[in-house]
Structure formats: C-alpha cells, structure tokens
C-alpha cells in the first residue's frame, strides 16, 4: 500500500518554473515505478513523465521533453517533477502515481490503468 501526496503547485508567469515533490508513505517507495500526470479543465488526465524504480529510465510526453525533469529519492520516499519555461497550457492539476508493475514501454508508462495508487493533485496556475 502505497499513500501518495503532492506538494508545491502554485501561481506562475509563463516562462517561470516550479518543482513539485510528491511524497509517498510505506517503505517500498524503492519498488514502485513513478508516474506524473495531468488534468486541466475539461480536458482528460493525461500523462507527463514517469520515472523508474532506480531513476535509471525516464519518459516524458513530447510537449514537455527539454522543459520538465523527474528525479526521485528513494531514501526520501520522495519523487520530484521538476518544470522549467512554464507555459499557460502547462496549467493544470498534477498528480503523481505509482505502480509495482514492471514498466517498459513509454506506452505502457502513459497508461493511466496501470498505476494503482494516485495522489490528490497540486494545482499549477501559469499566467501569460
């Protein structure tokens, strides 16, 4: 069982960038393969980056590549998105998951029914 709870959303110019944590209980953190998504507003949840059990594999969806970074620290039970040239579609509920399912495609990674645990979501607001 795996509690899931995001952190450090807020209000943005565009171009400006946040870090958001996603902090998780339990002690097999290290076992999980880590997911970020996101959901604006009348849109579908849709998926931003995912990260490996030892951060070795990263995906990101095209529309953030060179913008956004995942990280995580396994010590920390703690896995970060980090977002960089933020722009005003970036705006959004984020939310992280995860899953003890191996992972090895970016279409399985993407795929929302694969994660079993799901956090609360962070609003992120950036302004033009």
């Given at each position: ?18 870090r ?56 920390k039970?703690?896995v ?49």
């Open positions: 069982q795996v509690q899931l709870v995001e952190s450090g959303g807020g209000l943005v110019q565009a171009g400006g960038s946040l958001l944590s996603c902090a998780a209980s339990g002690r097999t953190f290290s076992s999980c393969f880590m997911g970020w998504f996101r959901q604006a507003p009348g849109k579908e949840r849709e998926f931003v980056g995912a990260i490996s059990r030892n951060g070795g594999t990263l995906y990101y969806v095209d529309s953030v590549k060179g913008r956004f970074t995942i990280s995580r620290d396994n010590a039970n703690t970060y998105l980090q977002m960089n040239s933020l722009k005003p579609e970036d705006a959004a509920v984020y939310y992280c998951a995860a899953t003890y399912s191996m992972v090895y495609s970016m279409v399985v990674a993407g795929a929302r029914e694969k994660y079993d645990y799901w956090g609360q979501g962070t609003q992120v607001t950036v302004s033009s």
